[in-house]
């Protein structure tokens, strides 16, 4: 009688290795990215910026103009429009600094008052409180140097990224056609087709997607300034567009964007009203945000979990700090849309999406 082994070992040791490979491969990814950042961020914002202007280029190709041309009137006008957000910011922003000095006589009356509640309420003397607050600084001064260097590299690094990105996006418009060919060569000759079908419509959903959400940062940002300047905060469109941007960063960008004018308000006014304010307002924008501002603005939301979106989100911010907390989530879209056209990737599909029926569109 044959006898079957009730231990399948070469199976489990077979998986063992398989599992052990996947490790090995995900801790070998997280430190190439980690140490080839200053490389890798500049050509991941300059890839998405490409995938951006390729229909841009290719209908001014189509039109007759020439391809280095077209490149450099796409690129010229992204440098454009982000100078003139840039300027707009700034322009605000110098408005707030010639308000500081008012702010920092708030600043001080609040920090008194706080201080006088503490010795009312813990019989904590003045002098005790600023001892221990001297301590503080005296024992944070050792730091200074290497927060002033850490600085220095981190603004060296942006410098660089901001003059590389324009060249790498204009680079790859210009060579997409030789990229494209090396890309196909790493797949069997039949599937040729299939990958540029995948290509083409992934670089078009998500050049429609980001030219939707364009819209969706204008409006938000417009909604946000004037709440705020209804409840009278003081520059509502800096804060009210700061807070536009940052939501790029799923969850974590709106809490951040909003600590300043919350505090802000409360240095200026000595309410608490004021900052719950805030929050009402840039709560009722983030709800017309997702529920009608975006679907009317960008259609169908690519569908992915939010436990994926937070992973991504701490994950990019480990590997590349602020950069990859917005570089991440675009990837993981990019991904799941080609997934989603993938029959051999379905598993990640699923894994990626939130778990509704995707239905289908014309």
């Excluded at 998986?15 to 950042?37: D, P, T």
């Excluded at 590389?164 to 040729?192: C, D, G, K, W």
């Excluded at 379905?346 to 014309?362: I, M, N, P």
Aim: proline share 4%; charged share 10%; with cysteine.
């Amino acid at each position: 009688m044959i006898q079957f082994s009730k231990n399948p070992v070469p199976f489990e040791s077979n998986r063992k290795y398989a599992a052990l490979e996947i490790l090995q491969l995900i801790v070998l990814s997280c430190l190439i990215l980690y140490f080839g950042k200053t490389l890798f961020i500049p050509l991941s914002f300059s890839l998405l910026i490409s995938f951006i202007l390729y229909p841009v280029c290719k209908w001014m190709e189509t039109k007759g103009i020439n391809k280095a041309v077209a490149i450099i009137i796409a690129i010229l006008g992204v440098l454009i429009l982000v100078g003139t957000i840039i300027y707009l910011l700034f322009t605000q922003f110098i408005e707030f600094l010639n308000d500081w000095q008012l702010l920092r006589i708030k600043l001080l009356e609040t920090i008194n008052s706080i201080s006088f509640s503490i010795y009312e309420r813990f019989d904590i003397s003045i002098e005790k409180q600023l001892e221990f607050i001297k301590n503080i600084f005296n024992n944070s001064g050792s730091e200074t140097f290497s927060l002033l260097r850490s600085f220095a590299y981190s603004l060296s690094e942006s410098v660089f990224s901001l003059l590389i990105i324009p060249v790498f996006s204009a680079l790859i418009l210009y060579h997409r056609q030789m990229l494209s060919n090396a890309l196909y060569a790493l797949f069997p000759l039949e599937n040729t087709k299939i990958i540029h079908e995948i290509l083409i419509e992934t670089i078009h959903a998500y050049y429609n997607f980001i030219k939707g959400m364009l819209l969706v940062y204008l409006i938000v940002g417009i909604l946000n300034s004037i709440g705020l300047l209804i409840i009278g905060i003081p520059h509502p469109f800096l804060f009210g567009f700061i807070a536009s941007i940052l939501t790029f960063i799923p969850y974590v960008g709106i809490m951040i964007s909003s600590l300043l004018p919350i505090a802000v308000s409360w240095i200026t006014y000595n309410s608490i009203w004021y900052p719950i304010g805030v929050v009402i307002v840039f709560s009722i924008v983030q709800i017309l945000e997702a529920y009608i501002i975006f679907p009317f603005a960008v259609g169908s939301r690519l569908k992915i979990n939010t436990l994926v979106i937070i992973t991504m989100v701490i994950a990019g911010g480990i590997l590349w700090g602020a950069a990859g907390m917005i570089l991440f989530i675009p990837f993981v879209s990019i991904i799941k849309l080609i997934a989603d056209r993938t029959p051999s990737l379905k598993t990640l599909s699923v894994l990626l999406g939130d778990g509704e029926q995707k239905k289908a569109t014309k």
